[in-house]
């Protein structure tokens, strides 16, 4: 063998990875991540404690799974600005039913019902009756922070342990939140099994590969014998389910439902997204990056609450992340549509 063929056969399998839709964007994510991870390290060298290791995990963990729902619905070219007030109308649900001496996994049920449902109008709305998508999501996100207000009478329920008792409050509490498995809390773990499942979901399956077609061409997806109405209301049912299980983290942490849990997670949804690759147009990206940029907002917000910075600075540096994403996103587009009529051209 040559040493041009060796070179060639080392380099294919980087060559296949790199063609994997959202990949480059996502590898370059992770680049980022590890630079202001180290970054933050130097100046404090308190970040790289196992203790803020695994608290960063725990955090990174939520903004994830937020973030898998959240990227579902924009690869087909949509968005969910439902999703914080389906947030927490699942901590209120829940944590309300518990207190009324529901058991917990009966509780939860129910709370997923709901929560699904209102995936179902989001889909049914945007992809059989072709509502915007903010208009659509804005309607049902008013509907759910109403429910997680009236479900116990417009005021925080009392803690879990007041109604299903002291002991099996603690297991509910441990399970999702507190409790750790190999070191490692058990709500990282929880995230880890969502993004194998979903990210198998999106780059192996009939469903991933339809989500995909719509986001690139919905009219293109149609003539192939996609059902647009079908595979748009599977999007948001992943978004329901994401946000039913980040409301039901959060009721777990605090031990009660609070009425304002989840406000403004659809934009960490949507910053984690984005600034992991996933195009806001439409199309492309990889839960990978979804991976990514969940980690770089919590190690932003991490590093600079470290080194002493304000929560508005740490706002403000996530939007300007954000900004900057998507402004890629655009130009990468435009170079793309560019190029390709100019190969049409000539050919």
């Known amino acids: 063998m040559t040493q041009e063929s060796s070179k060639s056969s080392l380099l294919n399998p980087i060559k296949r990875i790199l063609k994997v839709r959202g990949m480059p964007s996502a590898l370059t994510a992770f680049a980022g991540l590890i630079i202001i991870y180290i970054g933050f390290g130097l100046i404090n060298p308190v970040v790289f404690n196992q203790a803020n290791v695994h608290n960063l995990l725990r955090a990174t963990a939520k903004y994830l799974i937020i973030g898998i729902g959240q990227s579902f619905v924009l690869i087909t070219g949509n968005i969910d600005l439902s999703i914080g007030s389906v947030v927490g109308m699942s901590a209120m649900t829940s944590a309300t039913l518990m207190v009324h001496g529901f058991p917990a996994p009966l509780a939860l049920l129910i709370s997923l019902v709901l929560c699904l449902t209102v995936g179902i109008v989001n889909g049914f709305l945007i ?146 997204s984005v600034i992991g690759g996933v195009s806001p147009l439409g199309g492309s990206g990889i839960l990978l990056g979804t991976f990514a940029g969940a980690a770089v907002w919590q190690v932003l917000a991490n590093g600079l609450s470290m080194v002493g910075a304000q929560v508005g600075i740490q706002r403000l540096m996530v939007g300007i992340i954000v900004a900057l994403a998507v402004l890629l996103d655009v130009v990468l587009r435009r170079r793309g549509a560019v190029s390709f009529r100019k190969k049409q051209k000539k050919s």
Request: charged fraction near 10%; proline fraction near 1%; glycine fraction near 14%.
């Open 127 to 272: 992809g059989n009756f072709k509502l915007p998508p903010f208009i659509a999501t804005l309607g049902t996100m008013f509907v759910a922070r109403g429910i997680a207000f009236m479900v116990n009478g417009n005021r925080n329920t009392d803690a879990i342990a007041s109604g299903i008792g002291r002991e099996a409050a603690t297991t509910f509490g441990n399970f999702f939140y507190y409790g750790r498995t190999f070191g490692i809390f058990n709500t990282f773990w929880i995230a880890l099994v969502i993004f194998i499942i979903f990210f198998f979901v999106l780059q192996k399956t009939k469903t991933g590969r339809h989500i995909y077609a719509i986001g690139s061409n919905e009219d293109a997806a149609k003539l192939s014998g996609v059902s647009v109405g079908g595979t748009v209301t599977k999007a948001y049912l992943v978004s329901a389910f994401c946000s039913f299980l980040v409301g039901t983290i959060l009721a777990a942490q605090a031990g009660m439902g609070n009425m304002e849990a989840g406000a403004m997670y659809e934009m960490f949804g949507v910053a984690a």
